[in-house]
């Protein structure tokens, strides 16, 4: 899996957009950018991919730069339930292989 | 979206004695994935299990402390055996998405071993 780096932790205000980068710089043209999240005591949760175009869903957005080097998490009205450790994964055999996960971002949301 | 279920959610278990943990899967999957999270860290890849064949493991784990079973297309199990207090985690399985969403995965709510 191509190599990806996060910040450690961040906090954000309940309400506010959270914001949480990913840097990717040795990611190749066929390779998807996946977020996912890991609640306390729950398991991890996929919460979006993409490959080069911005994508939405109902959980999130996903910005990824027109190089490919990094791309930006967003959740765009932060609760205290979005507090978890959020993951940027970009699997080398797409996303069906075992997943190779890195130390993530703790983001904490604060009231 | 896959539900998926473990049993048991979690365990005590003495040194020197083994665990099996099943993970049973609500709709039909080829591939389901173990993972270990040890205390405070990120999730380890152990083994891939396809139905039909033996489990491809990671570097680093080996069937014999780490044997799976896939019977069939909704199920397997984990066990890990000759356990030491190092084998102290939380064991997840996972699958394919198979219904549209591109190659992601679901995971169970993990397995949490505690061993004295």
Known sequence: DAKTTQPPSMDCAEGRAANLPCNHSTISGNEYVYWYRQIHSQGPQYIIHGLKNNETNEMASLIITEDRKSSTLILPHATLRDTAVYYCIVPKGGGADGLTFGKGTHLIIQP | ?116
């Open chain 2, 1 to 116: 979206s896959a539900v998926i279920s473990q049993k048991p959610s979690r365990d005590i278990c003495q040194r020197g004695t083994s665990l099996t943990i099943q993970c049973q899967v609500d709709s039909q999957v080829t591939m389901m994935f173990w993972y270990r999270q040890q205390p405070g860290q990120s999730l380890t890849l152990i083994a891939t299990a396809n139905q039909g064949s033996e489990a491809t493991y990671e570097s680093g784990f080996v069937i014999d402390k780490f044997p799976i079973s896939r019977p069939n297309l909704t199920f397997s199990t984990l066990t890990v055996s000759n356990l030491s207090p190092e084998d102290s985690s939380i064991y997840l399985c996972s699958v394919e998405d198979t219904t549209g969403v591109r190659e992601t995965q679901y995971f169970g709510p993990g397995t949490r071993l505690l061993v004295l």
